[in-house]
């Protein structure tokens, strides 16, 4: 990554790997605190039955509230439509289809390790290892 773009979303796995403070999310720190960041409301979900799994709901709320600290976008009907078209054309599960289009109507650059995501517009795909 050469320079931290304007507007930027994290999927959930990046946002998980963030809080677990792994040495995957080192590419993306930076970006946190230095870009706009759009958090479309379906990573709130995901991340927090994830930090449930491992967490407990203290721990858990305490992520979700950092999270909550950027811009929280819910799903539209824009975005439903257009993470629909997505998913039946790339073959996306619901989750990464509006996570992607949210960054998309947002023109946001999408932070993923989701191989699923790799070379589409505006999105940089970040390896774990």
């Known amino acids: 990554m050469t320079k931290t773009p304007q507007r930027a979303v994290l999927d959930s ?4 790997e963030y ?3 792994s040495a995957a ?14 958090v479309p409301s379906i990573t709130i979900f995901e991340v927090s039955r994830d930090l449930l799994r491992r967490f407990d709901s ?4 305490r992520a979700v509230s950092l ?7 819910p799903l539209t009907a824009d975005v439903a ?10 073959n996306l599960s619901s989750a990464d289809a509006i996570v992607c289009a949210t960054a998309w109507q947002h023109k946001a650059t999408l932070y993923t390790h989701d191989v ?10 970040l390896s774990r290892s």
């Open 13 to 16: 796995s990046c946002w998980i």
């Open 19 to 21: 809080f677990l403070g």
């Open 25 to 38: 999310a080192k590419p993306y720190a930076s970006i946190v605190a230095k870009a706009t960041i759009i």
């Open 81 to 90: 439509l257009n993470a629909a078209q997505l998913a039946v054309n790339l």
């Open 116 to 125: 699923d995501l790799n070379g589409l517009d505006n999105v940089v795909y």
């Open 58 to 61: 203290e721990n858990t709320l």
């Open 67 to 73: 999270m909550q600290q950027h811009n929280v976008v």
